[in-house]
């Protein structure tokens, strides 16, 4: 029963945070931001949070004895949505050589994977849910019969499931996708080179423009052959950051052009 229910609020609380982010996104950027890591509409990352702040209130009884006070439940927000903000982001670079969010752009920010402003928003969210977010879903979702509860929860586990396997399923494939395409492009551009003779005039800078060509050309064709529930996934990335010994660099960044494109002509 205590499972089923923090698993429930873990998806509420995902999805309010995909109402903040695409709102907030969709505000700023002027057109709409459809956000999250996976494809539903979800950011888990506000689900662990709101989660572990809520663990704490439970674990506190905080309802009987309030012994954290509002600058106190602050500070820990905000210093432990940034510890797993970093963490975060370094996995997902780590395991997909992609991230989906970057604060560069923004002051006092480290590795653009987390940054002052931000984690000064998380902390405020944090009081709001401890005051108020929490005590108002606890008090409805408690008064739901254990056999419901546990119901509501395997049913939406299995959408949860579905949604999961299906974006880590594009992930994974990331690096078999590149590569294909890279085998692709070496053997066009042997076959390119095969038939040039040293005595044309600009014959490095012909090849450059062909291989830059054929790359573009070919990573088109195998992104239109991705199913298409694949690439809605792979078009939430903001950016890629991939092992570069591995694959080219150049490979990535026209990959992600590509699927900006693909995803701004829908």
Known sequence: MIISRYFVWFLVYSFLGWCFETVYCTATQ?????????????CPIYGFGAIAISIVIDLLDFNHIPTLTVWQVFLISMVGSAIMEYLTSWALEKWFHAYWWDYSNLPLNLNGRICLPASLLFGCAGVFIVFKLYPFISSHTTSIPPLAMEGISLALMALFSADLALTLSALTRLDAFMKEAEEN???????FVSNLTEKQLGLSQRIAEEKQRFSRQNLERMTRSINPAHRRALSRIKGFRPNVQKHPREYWDTLLEILKKQKKNK
């Open 185 to 191: 492009i070496n053997q066009h551009m042997e076959l």
């Open 30 to 42: 002027r057109q709409w931001a459809n956000r999250g890591f996976l494809y539903g509409p979800i």
